[in-house]
């Protein structure tokens, strides 16, 4: 089977999926923000030569971005770790085909090769390079430099990928990415080894004697190797079948029937938060969601911004709300079918995680009232951030899952996972918090601090009085869409 083969099967399954509709209005999306970044990078590109000269008058600017490359290189580590993912495809039915697994991996790898993240810095490496040679550089030695950047870009590509399998076994998936990354930069700061002096006379040394070039190209190839090891000894039919066996704290979790008739799905929500490694994501995200106002309110600059005071209200009592909220019902798909055959009002169900919304809003704002410290304006803009969460939010937020039609693999990497993630969860993001911002700072520019804040209560306080009537409204759109979202989380 050839790679045009390959291509050819993952055409169909994108354009057969039940969310392609939403996979093309992404796709759309994302094509905005990569015209963007490839604008950016090119304005990057021609001006970092005429930057650099003006910057440093006596010095090469090839030498001085030389030097630099070292915190590009990390730099460009970290972010594609968060949002790189390698480029699978569906397998499993390939296993049962005479088909060499040598060709599979081979694929998987080098389509790896063709992703956004390594395509991007040549739009502003190359732009570089080319007012190289119109300043008189060596022909070759700027293209044998410039040949060395790229192999150094598909060496982080192939790293990555290794350090994303590492730490896909750890719980805190980001924890090893940080420690590496971090440690780097640590060690070059406190010029314990200078890695940015090492980078810097290797790429001299390329620049210099171009023989150099095979030394990173060595590296592409044994991380290439590696990379194709890995996956390969990962490509069997039976893999997905072993267990791991772990000892289970099991709780009765009495308080939740005080609830009532919602109580068994808290129970199963509440378990499923805590015993998978994806959904467990959205608990360790409320302790950056508490100390996110850490990063703004010590800062003099934003003691003179009260109207972003809602912003980062509706972020701090909110996390929970929107990690968790935004993937309602995809947290079930992998049992959807079974739950929606079973004897159950859907309403209940529903209930259910609006009131866990609801108690983690409540918690996180008892838990944000020492920010008073900061001034009283913090705490009424977070109370009233609050109440728009619990009587708007929810009910947007449940609304907008009616139209989820991406399953959601539980079992995968905790942090910065994106595999679920659809146009739903995209443009869900602008009535969640770009709404609120703008009600806040239109009322407070045009009348003040305490009637936006009043508005923005007001506005809670309704979406509560309604809430049975928007429940019911909620209800019969997942009604309507239930067989959709039972055939959608079918498909792999």
């Known amino acids: 089977m050839t790679i045009k083969h390959f291509l050819n099967l993952e055409r169909k399954q994108f354009f057969r999926s039940a969310s392609f509709g939403k996979s093309v209005a992404l796709n759309i999306l994302m094509i905005f923000f990569a015209l963007y970044f490839i604008a950016m990078f090119l304005l990057v590109g021609i001006g970092l030569y005429p930057g650099l000269k003006q ?277 079930d798909s992998g049992y959807y079918k079974m739950l929606m055959s079973q004897n159950i009002k859907y309403k209940q169900y529903l209930k259910s995680k609006w009131t866990l919304m609801t108690l983690s809003v409540i918690i996180l704002f008892v838990l944000s009232i020492p920010y008073v410290y900061f001034g009283w304006k913090i705490l009424l803009a977070h109370f009233a951030a609050a109440i728009y969460n619990i009587g708007v939010n929810t009910h947007v937020i449940l609304y907008g899952g009616s139209f989820n039609r991406k399953k959601i693999d539980l079992n995968q990497r905790a942090a910065f996972n994106y595999q679920g993630t659809g146009a739903v969860q995209w443009i869900i993001g602008i009535p969640l918090m770009l709404l609120p911002l703008a009600i806040f700072g239109i009322t407070y520019a045009l009348v003040g601090f305490e009637v936006g804040c009043a508005v923005l209560t007001v506005l809670g306080a309704v979406g509560i009085v309604l809430h049975e009537k928007l429940m019911v409204f909620i209800t019969k759109k997942y009604v309507d869409n239930k067989y959709k979202m039972i055939d959608a989380f079918s498909q792999d």
Request: overall charge positive.
């Open 55 to 331: 910057v440093f008058p006596d010095q090469d600017p090839l030498i001085i971005l030389n030097g630099y490359l070292f915190f590009y290189i990390l730099g460009d580590m970290v972010l594609r770790f968060f949002f790189q993912k390698l480029p699978v495809m569906s397998v499993k039915p390939l296993l049962t085909l005479p088909i060499s697994k040598h060709k599979v991996v081979n694929y998987v790898l080098r389509k790896s090769a063709f992703s956004f993240f390594n395509f991007l810095p040549l739009f502003a490496f190359v732009p570089f390079s080319i007012t190289l040679l119109i300043k008189g550089y060596p022909t070759g030695a700027v293209l044998v430099w410039l040949l060395a950047v790229i192999v150094v870009t598909l060496i982080i590509n192939y790293l990555n990928f290794i350090i994303e399998t590492f730490s896909s076994e750890t719980e805190l998936s980001f924890l090893p990415i940080i420690l590496f990354a971090g440690g780097l930069f640590a060690l070059n700061h406190f010029n314990v080894i200078s890695f940015s002096e090492v980078i810097a006379q290797g790429f001299n040394s390329i620049y210099n004697n171009p023989i150099f070039i095979l030394v990173p190209i060595l590296i592409l190839v044994a991380l290439y190797m590696v990379n194709f090891k890995q996956l390969k000894s990962k490509l069997y039919l039976d893999s997905s079948l072993k267990t791991k066996v772990t000892v289970v704290n099991a709780s009765s979790m009495e308080w939740t029937k005080r609830f009532g008739d919602i109580a068994p799905f808290m129970q199963l929500d509440l378990k499923l938060l805590w015993r998978n490694k994806r959904s467990k994501s959205s608990v360790w995200m409320l302790a950056l969601g508490l100390l996110y106002g850490l990063f703004f309110y010590p800062q003099e600059s934003y003691q003179n911004m009260p109207w972003f005071f809602a912003f980062i209200g509706i972020f701090v009592t909110g996390i929970f709300l929107i990690n968790f909220g935004q993937f309602i019902p995809a947290w």
